[in-house]
């Protein structure tokens, strides 16, 4: 711009030369003053020197100057034009990612709200089931101590068991053999008495009876112990 504008000083200022040669000095007043009859005669034959000068002009290199000139500046304008057209796109440019920015901005903050929302889900469902799991836990542990007081108690009723089979058992075999005893017939082979087999039979009666009972007494304990062992 500041080229074009030398340009057309430089211009505006040959023709002023121009024109005071030709008009004088004063060339600006004499043509808002009325003119003469003489001075437009004058100004006629200046006119018809002009056209003349101009035809002389289209005929020599002078047109093909001005026209050379004339390509100068319309390339300086083409120029200007680009490099204004430039700087705007690239103000259009830096609004587009100012907004592009705040647009990414905001989207980002929605992103992570939503994500402290989700994380705090996550963490509240993980304390509830840390929770239920520790309930579990202590659930699990009484349950095995229950079991292991059960096994204990299942062991000793047992040996109790066991203890009172083998102590009946011993007991039975016991009087089987005293019974085997007493009727056997004596060494000296002689035939007893009345009152020798009265009391043998009375002594047989009682052992008989007694070993009776104390088998009903013994099967009624172990009864009893199986049925505390099947409770259990």
Same mark, same amino acid.
């Given at each position: 711009?500041? /080229?074009?504008? &030398?340009?057309?000083?430089?211009? @505006?200022?040959?023709?002023?030369? +121009?024109?005071? !040669?030709? *008009? $004088?000095?004063?060339?600006?007043?004499?043509?808002?003053?009325?003119?003469?009859?003489?001075?437009? /005669?004058?100004? &006629?034959?200046?006119?018809?020197? @002009?056209?003349?000068?101009?035809? +002389?002009?289209? !005929?020599? *290199? $002078?047109?093909?100057?001005?026209?050379?000139?004339?390509?100068?500046?319309?390339?300086?304008?083409?120029?200007?034009?680009?490099?204004?057209?430039?700087?705007?796109?690239?103000?259009?440019?830096?609004?587009? !990612?100012?907004?592009?920015?705040?647009?990414?901005?905001?989207?980002?903050?929605?992103?992570?709200?939503?994500?402290?929302?989700?994380?705090?889900?996550?963490?509240?469902?993980?304390?509830?089931?840390?929770?239920?799991?520790?309930?579990?836990?202590?659930?699990?542990?009484?349950?095995?101590?229950?079991?292991?007081?059960?096994?204990?108690?299942?062991?000793?009723?047992?040996?109790?068991?066991?203890?009172?089979?083998?102590?009946?058992?011993?007991?039975?075999?016991?009087?089987?053999?005293?019974?085997?005893?007493?009727?056997?017939?004596?060494?000296?082979?002689?035939?007893?008495?009345?009152?020798?087999?009265?009391?043998?039979?009375?002594?047989?009666?009682?052992?008989?009876?007694?070993?009776?009972?104390?088998?009903?007494?013994?099967?009624?304990?172990?009864?009893?112990?199986?049925?505390?062992?099947?409770?259990?």
């Amino acid at each position: 711009m500041k /080229e074009l504008d &030398l340009e057309i000083e430089k211009c @505006e200022a040959k023709f002023h030369l +121009d024109r005071v !040669e030709n *008009d $004088g000095e004063n060339y600006v007043q004499d043509a808002y003053l009325m003119p003469s009859f003489s001075e437009v /005669e004058q100004k &006629l034959d200046l006119h018809s020197d @002009e056209n003349q000068i101009l035809e +002389d002009l289209t !005929e020599s *290199d $002078g047109i093909v100057h001005l026209e050379e000139r004339l390509a100068y500046y319309r390339m300086l304008i083409e120029k200007l034009s680009a490099e204004i057209e430039k700087e705007v796109k690239s103000v259009c440019t830096e609004i587009n !990612e100012d907004a592009e920015g705040a647009a990414a901005g905001e989207l980002e903050s929605s992103n992570l709200e939503n994500v402290k929302c989700d994380l705090e889900k996550s963490m509240k469902a993980g304390l509830k089931i840390h929770s239920h799991l520790s309930g579990i836990q202590k659930e699990i542990k009484y349950t095995d101590s229950l079991l292991q007081m059960k096994a204990k108690e299942y062991e000793f009723l047992a040996k109790e068991f066991n203890s009172l089979h083998i102590s009946n058992k011993d007991g039975y075999q016991l009087k089987e053999n005293r019974g085997k005893e007493s009727e056997a017939p004596n060494s000296s082979g002689e035939v007893p008495s009345l009152t020798q087999r009265v009391f043998n039979l009375y002594t047989n009666d009682t052992d008989s009876d007694t070993g009776i009972s104390s088998n009903h007494s013994q099967d009624s304990e172990t009864t009893g112990g199986d049925m505390v062992l099947l409770s259990t």
